[in-house]
């Protein structure tokens, strides 16, 4: 093709893709103004890079980041004194001394962990005058192709930059064309608010080297706050490169910066690297030299057209997103984002927003969390700052787990492998924080803050930080709750390849710690001492405390894990000393109790506060993400547990709305999940810091606030977990659909025992249901008490057209509880259970029959 054709059929692409009527495509953010601020940019990313555009005018500006660019070095911070600190807080707590407690564990704190960093800003400075006039002006990022996109006309001219990063490049690339020829023009520079050099090393290629602190404060109040040494010293190394590929027009450069006037098009590469060498023990800084893997990728990249380019991203980037397809009705489509929220919060039904915001969050799941790459952090992969909130880490308590909640039953099983790989790193690490800190020998721990470095220990600061507090520090269950994702994959995909080499070293280590960890009480009940509810307290006697023994929280963890190696045991056939000494300890682990206010208990007593609305409400944990408390199965608990949210109210900070739509779809309160799920969608203007209540940006970025990305997964995940449910032994099919969701269809939602699941309802009732069959085994299907009259038929091999007789309903079905090492049967559920033997590779279709 000529370059005269290529250059009409972009105009012409020009024309099209920038007139209004793309607004009306579905699952599309769109505004009619640039960003003003970084919460209003749209995101884009590899689960490497990251990039937020703004979309300016005269200067459009892309902030940069790389998952991989942390501050300092690996620290391990362990104890050594640990053992003698424990023996004494223990006795302290056994004393019912709380205060005394709390203040020895002090002891245990070591430094926090490292800084998540900004890379750079790349900015395009056009030949636009700043009171240049603009019509028809269009941000936009379209989900369904992962690229974004910015369009205006000036005079008669049209405009459009066209933006994405590729997974299999490992590249940023944009491209910017116009309706007339030789009508592009600008400079381009790239800067970094670390220690940076920008070199030119040719009219075309532009470079930055950088260079990250070796140490960024956790606190205001310390007297170091960013420390740099040389570029030869301590602190990771990074690099960006910048290469233009040009039509026409003329190539410039002048000091730090290189352009072209007179251009028919551009293609921007960016490429970069940092000198993270993994999680080798040496120090970052003497990891691998960041030139390496950035200038390889641009070698790579620059010998292929832009076309190919951009296909191979679509290819790669639709092969995980269009698994699923959601569609609840009505939408507002002819509005920008941010107004749609506006009206939203207004009353205004648009159900089509929320079907956007659960494709979002798996959106960004795909572009922050990806094969090779380091799992999404507080904020995935976008950050802006050099002391970012809470460090923008990886908190375990809730946040980090969080993120990967919607991993399996959205259908993106592969976004969960950088946890998987991170785990092991913290499973290595975590055995000499056991040993140091605690004395124990086997197993492996993680405390509730980690880093790139795969940091296991206390975070606190050390006897330095007066804030430094017990009620998050001492709370060492991470590693057992991080292990509730290895099974739960192993649920989900049936590999039992994965669960013997891969989960089942994992989840013995973590049990071995907690076997240890735990001492026997007075009444013979196994239980953890200390023990906190993250992040919240106690009071007794008019005063607070942060530690005591046996919390809620770490005993529901506890009884999950060692459920699932008894489970994980049977599968790969081990009988050993290991499992006779889970089989003993588990029927003795301290049980749930029910409060005086009818609520599932916080604490080892009952000090629980009915005003209390704090935003961690940890002691729900078996209501989900465990499974320990269901409504068919424990009633009684699942009232106290409902009990327990209607205490701490519906309003808090971002994600922890996001875990109450999962706890009330759990309560089969679908109404009460979406009232959730709106106040969550409440509209934030330019900018809010003032951290709690919740709400969204412009941008659809969850805030905490400020923001924190795991309320967007939370949320994911809890739309799913209304319309299909699997943790009761058999798919429950709309089990929480609220009444605003009169009809709809989903497609691609996936369930436990590898099942992935196709709905159709109107006016509150199931049409038709596909499930598609990976693998070989039974499928029992529950259909709700609103249409348990039906009968339902059921349809084999839709391709062939062959069926099998009316399914009849089971009388009773095995269900599987992770509090119990044995199924029991369930007699007489709600609604009708339809069971039969499935084939792998084979699609059942379940529909009312005539």
């Known amino acids: 093709m000529n370059w005269k054709k290529q250059y009409f059929l972009v105009l012409f692409s020009v024309l099209i893709s920038c007139k209004l009527s793309d607004k009306k495509q579905d699952l599309l953010l769109w505004y009619n103004q640039p960003a003003k601020v970084w919460e209003e940019a749209l995101p884009l990313g590899n689960g490497t890079t990251g990039a937020m555009v703004w979309g300016g005018i005269s200067k459009e500006h892309y902030s940069l980041n790389d998952h991989s660019l942390w501050s300092g070095a690996p620290v391990p911070g362990n104890v050594k004194n640990g053992p003698e600190i424990l023996e004494k807080v223990r006795k302290a707590i056994d004393d019912s001394e709380y205060g005394k407690a709390a203040s020895l564990w002090r002891g245990m704190h070591g430094p926090y962990s490292a800084r998540y ?70 400079s381009a520079l790239i800067s970094s608010k670390l220690n940076y050099k920008v070199q030119v090393l040719a009219l075309d290629h532009l470079r930055l080297i950088g260079k990250a602190p070796k140490y960024v404060a956790h606190r205001d109040s310390e007297p170091r706050q960013v420390v740099y040494d040389n570029f030869d010293g301590e602190g990771m190394n990074f690099e960006i490169d910048l290469k233009l590929i040009t039509k026409g027009g003329n190539l410039k450069s002048k000091k730090n910066e290189i352009g072209v006037q007179g251009a028919n098009e551009v293609v921007i590469i960016m490429t970069e690297a940092t000198s993270f060498n993994g999680f080798d023990k040496s120090p970052g800084f003497n990891g691998k030299d960041p030139s390496d893997e950035a200038m390889g990728n641009m070698y790579q990249t620059t010998k292929k057209t832009y076309t190919d380019l951009l296909q191979k991203h679509k290819e790669d980037y639709a092969n995980l997103f269009e698994r699923v397809d959601l569609n609840l009705g009505n939408q507002l489509l002819d509005l920008p984002t941010d107004e749609r929220m506006i009206k939203y919060n207004e009353g205004r039904p648009d159900n089509g927003l929320v079907a956007l915001y659960f494709q979002y969050g798996r959106y960004l799941m795909i572009s922050s969390s990806r094969k090779g790459a380091i799992p999404s952090n507080l904020q995935g992969i976008w950050n802006q700052h050099v002391q970012p909130p809470w460090g923008s880490n990886y908190t375990v308590n809730i946040n980090t787990e969080m993120n990967y909640w919607p991993a399996e039953n959205t259908n993106l099983s592969e976004c969960h492998q950088p946890l998987f790989h991170f785990m092991s790193n913290l499973a290595e690490n975590g ?5 140091t800190n605690y004395g124990i020998d086997e ?5 509730h803050n980690s880093d790139v470095w795969a940091k296991t220990s206390p975070t606190g600061g050390g006897a330095w930080d007066t804030k430094g507090a017990p009620r998050w520090s001492c709370w060492p269950m991470g590693g057992a709750w991080f292990c509730q994702h290895v099974w739960e994959h192993y649920l989900y995909t049936g590999d039992q390849e994965f669960l013997k080499t891969e989960a089942w070293p994992l989840m013995k280590g973590a049990a071995l710690f907690v076997l240890n960890w735990m001492v026997m009480d007075e009444n013979g009940y196994w239980v953890t001492n200390p023990s906190s509810s ?4 106690f009071k007794l006697n008019g005063k607070s405390y942060e530690i005591s023994k046996a919390s809620t929280m770490d005993m529901s963890i506890i009884r999950e894990l060692l459920a699932h190696c008894l489970e994980a045991a049977k599968v790969i056939g081990v009988e050993d000393e290991f499992t006779e000494r889970l089989a003993v300890v588990f029927p003795k682990l301290y049980p749930f109790h029910i409060g005086k206010h009818g609520q599932i208990q916080e604490w080892f007593q009952d000090w629980d506060d009915p005003n209390d609305n704090h935003r961690h409400i940890s ?33 808090s900070t971002g994600w922890s709305m996001a875990w109450k739509i999962n706890w009330w779809a759990r309560l089969k309160d679908g109404d009460h999940a979406l009232k959730i799920l709106k106040d969550g969608l409440t509209y934030i203007g330019e900018k809010k810091e003032v951290m709690g209540g919740g709400g969204t940006y412009a941008n659809l970025f969850d805030a905490h606030p400020p923001f924190q990305i795991d309320g967007n997964f939370g949320g994911a995940a809890g739309i799913a977990e209304m319309l299909v449910q699997s943790h009761e032994g058999y798919i429950e099919l709309l089990p929480a659909l609220p009444s605003e969701w009169p009809s709809g269809e989903v497609k691609g939602l996936v369930a436990r025992g590898g099942f992935v699941v196709d709905l159709k309802w109107e006016e509150g009732r199931l049409q038709s249901a596909v499930i598609h069959s990976k693998l070989e085994g039974d499928c029992r299907v529950k259909v709700m008490d609103e249409i348990a009259g039906e009968r339902f038929r059921l349809e084999k091999s839709l391709s062939s057209g062959s069926s099998n007789p009316l399914l009849q309903p089971a009388t009773t079905i095995p269900f599987v509880n992770s509090s119990k090492t044995d199924p029991v049967e369930l007699n007489n559920p709600e609604g009708i259970i339809y069971e039969w033997k499935t084939t792998a590779g084979q699609q059942y279709k379940i529909q009312p029959k005539k």
Not at 161 to 174: G, N, T, V
Not at 431 to 435: I, L, M, P, R, S
Not at 534 to 537: C, F, S, V
Request: glycine share 4%; proline share 4%; hydrophobic share 40%.
């Open 619 to 651: 002691h729900l944990f078996s209501l989900y993400p465990g499974n320990q408390i269901a409504l068919n199965n424990t009633p009684e608990l699942a009232s106290a547990a409902k009990q327990s949210l209607i205490h701490r109210g519906d309003v």
């Open 117 to 186: 960093l900004p890379l750079g800003d790349l900015f395009l400075n056009f030949d636009f005058n700043e009171d240049t006039i603009v019509t028809n002006y269009s941000r936009k990022l379209d989900l369904n192709t992962a690229v974004s996109t910015v369009c205006f006309e000036q005079g008669n001219v049209e405009y459009k930059r066209e933006a994405f990063i590729s997974y299999p490049d490992q590249a940023m690339i944009i491209r910017l064309t116009a309706s007339e020829k030789e009508k592009i023009s600008f």
């Open 443 to 447: 197993g492996w721990c993680v405390h």
């Open 431 to 435: 055995a000499v924080t056991a040993k």
């Open 534 to 537: 993250p992040e919240n307290k």
